[in-house]
């Protein structure tokens, strides 16, 4: 027998079964930081910079919520899910870094820490794409769980 939730006796993968689970009010929020350098972030005003493909930070955010409703196709063992909520917040934190928060609720069987992960990573690659005419030295340099409630356990991590 494997340890492993997502495989079956026979060693095959599998679709963990959340049937006999009780329905609770689950929170999952993902932290994304992204290297944009000076070159990028000195063309903002007010927290937002338009390009030829329109304003970055609203579309971005857009492109991550499209992202957490869609997990469930990209990611073969995720359940699909009825979200209640997203809430993305993009902050300039320096003059090259931004952070990017991605916080996701359900009421449901199932976590939504991938539908989170999800989330920040494609608002993070939507950048790169509104961007990468100014400057393809961008990087996503680190994504990861901050926070986690409901379910079996809860996972707070120093953001």
Known sequence: MSDF????????????NVSDK????RIAIAKATMF???EVI???TN???????????????????QAVKKTSELIPMCHP????????????????HIEVFCKVTIEGKTGV????????????????????????????????????TGGKSDIKSPS
């Open 22 to 25: 009780k329905v609770t009010k």
């Open 81 to 96: 899910l009825l979200i209640n909520g997203v809430d993305i917040d993009i902050n300039i934190i320096d003059l090259e």
């Open 47 to 65: 927290n937002e910079l338009t390009t030829i493909k329109g304003p970055v930070f609203q579309t971005a955010i857009i492109a991550g919520i």
């Open 113 to 148: 820490e991938m539908e989170a992960l999800t989330g920040a990573n494609i608002t993070c690659l939507t950048i790169y794409d509104m961007c990468k005419s100014i400057s393809q030295q961008m990087m996503i340099k680190e994504v990861k769980l901050v926070e986690k």
């Open 5 to 16: 939730s997502h495989i079956n006796s026979k060693n095959n993968p599998k679709m963990v």
């Open 36 to 38: 944009l350098g000076e």
């Open 42 to 44: 000195s063309q903002f």
